[in-house]
């Protein structure tokens, strides 16, 4: 081969992450690689002629070899097997004729024997499923301890919340940071419920297990017929053996087409990414530089900017959240899939769930450093509380008002006083003084003389306005 045309080889089957920063180096990228996927066949093939010996449809011998010869992907050419899998639609078709190439030829006919490639392509994705869940929820552990760092340290610290982009009334960091948790431990529980579930697949052409019943109990010697060896079809003995050897759940039936395990992992990970993304959303809008409450504990550089330090970890939180949506809804379309083999839904799966699965273990790597590192800036939130001098607690003053003035007059009362506020640059407290001062005669009761300027200063203090924040904070905090 030249030199050129191995250079252009070699690019072709490198994926080294260069447009996905979001995964690039993180440990869900190297469990979920393309030789990640060629083991997990290899360790599906392995396991089924293993499980084989164990019922008697194979010899131990066989079962070694071909454990033997399966053992190291790095053995086979992902690249070949990619190319060639255009001839059948998948990749296992090639592998299987590799691997059998691979044993003695006496272990050669137990090679993928009763199987077809969708047994053992879902099969490899479970496995290399539950390894990258396994690298994914110690980083979702990590988030969550820093959170509930974060919420105990910052319980009382005061902080502007806002809906609808604008200040609303206070609430504490300890709360948010809480609720950033809860999310957190939302995901946790989907993760940790779907990751022990996630079965093996085994049914042969069209889920009857048609073959291995066929093949009875088989010793050393060969194939017994059906009904003929020792005991009963061992078929559903088998599907419990292969799925104890692989570590995954046993199946109730094939599930071919019947994607609830890929509906079930789909909407778990959507779901973390968008937990995640809840963080980063927040962190980037506390982190602007007019607000300034937050900050990346190391900010990201600009190409052209020497100032810049920006909030790199949430960026790419953020736009893996913004991608998992769709592809977790291509994945749920495959549960259309038709008759007993689908012709293009399961095939549609394989690359959505591979990115899935990159982009949440991506997301919770950069989550757990983000939070780590994350900067608090209290007195930034204070002076943040101050801005609108005391409107961020109207609603107190309507709450303090009613009982001399009723309900009504008092929440037009203090409307009027906020638009003199922000009208003449003026605080709440002086507009409303003004406004009580100004009020005519009315037949309802007069308001509180002790309602002075200096009183109603103290009232719009909004640290003294974030009702049961630390309770609810305590409260969240409890959960584990």
Request: proline fraction near 6%; include cysteine; charged fraction near 20%.
């Amino acid at each position: 081969m030249s030199g050129e045309a191995g250079e252009s080889r070699e690019c072709l089957a490198l994926d080294v992450g260069l447009l996905a920063p979001g995964r690039a180096g993180s440990a869900a990228e190297r469990t979920t690689s393309d030789r990640a996927f060629l083991q997990a066949m290899l360790d599906a093939e392995a396991a089924l002629t293993r499980a084989q010996a164990v019922v008697g449809m194979a010899p131990a011998a066989a079962a070694d070899a071909v454990t033997e010869a399966a053992a190291d992907a790095a053995r086979f050419d992902a690249r070949d097997i990619a190319v060639r899998a255009r001839g059948g639609g998948n990749p296992v078709i090639p592998l299987v004729a590799d691997l059998t190439a691979a044993v003695p030829e006496e272990a050669a006919p137990y090679v993928h024997r009763g199987a077809t490639s969708q047994d053992i392509l879902d099969t490899a994705t479970m496995l290399v499923t539950t390894r990258t869940l396994d690298v994914l929820l110690p980083d979702l552990a990590r988030v969550e301890r820093e959170l509930a760092r974060l919420a105990r340290a910052h319980r009382d610290t005061a902080m502007p919340g806002r809906t609808l982009t604008q200040h609303a009334a206070p609430t504490t960091f300890g709360l948010k940071a809480a609720g950033w948790r809860s999310l957190v431990l939302d995901a946790r529980d989907r993760v940790t419920g779907v990751r022990g579930a996630l079965p093996a697949q085994w049914g042969g052409a069209v889920g009857t297990l048609a073959v291995v019943a066929a093949y009875g109990g088989v010793g050393a010697g060969g194939v017994g017929a059906p009904g003929t060896g020792p005991g009963p079809a061992p078929g559903l003995d088998l599907v419990a053996v292969y799925a104890r050897e692989l570590g995954l759940a046993e199946p109730t039936l094939p599930w071919h087409t019947l994607r609830t395990p890929v509906a079930d992992l789909a909407t778990a990970l959507a779901f973390t990414a968008g937990a995640l993304g809840k963080l980063a959303a927040d962190v980037l809008t506390l982190s602007r530089t007019e607000i300034g409450e937050l900050s990346e504990g190391t900010g990201g550089t600009s190409s052209a900017m020497p100032h810049k330090a920006n909030p790199v970890r949430a960026t790419l939180i953020a736009a893996a959240a913004h991608r998992a949506p769709a592809l977790a809804a291509t994945l749920l379309a495959s549960l259309t899939a038709a008759d007993e083999r689908p012709a293009g839904a399961w095939h549609a799966e394989w690359e959505p769930l591979r990115d899935l699965l990159r982009l949440a273990g991506g997301a919770a790597r950069d989550a757990a450093e983000l939070c780590a590192g994350l900067q608090v800036h209290p007195e930034a939130m204070r002076a943040n509380l101050d801005l609108t001098g005391g409107l961020i607690v109207s609603e107190r003053l309507v709450v303090e008002l009613t009982p001399a003035l009723g309900r009504a007059r008092a929440a037009d009362l203090v409307a009027s006083a906020a638009r003199w506020a922000r009208e003449r640059g003026e605080t709440l407290a002086g507009a409303l003084a003004a406004e009580l001062a100004a009020q005519p005669a009315s037949p309802g009761p007069p308001p509180d003389p002790n309602l002075t300027k200096a009183a109603l200063t103290a009232l719009t203090d909004p640290t003294h306005w974030t009702g049961h924040a630390e309770a609810l904070t305590d409260r969240a905090l409890r959960r584990h």
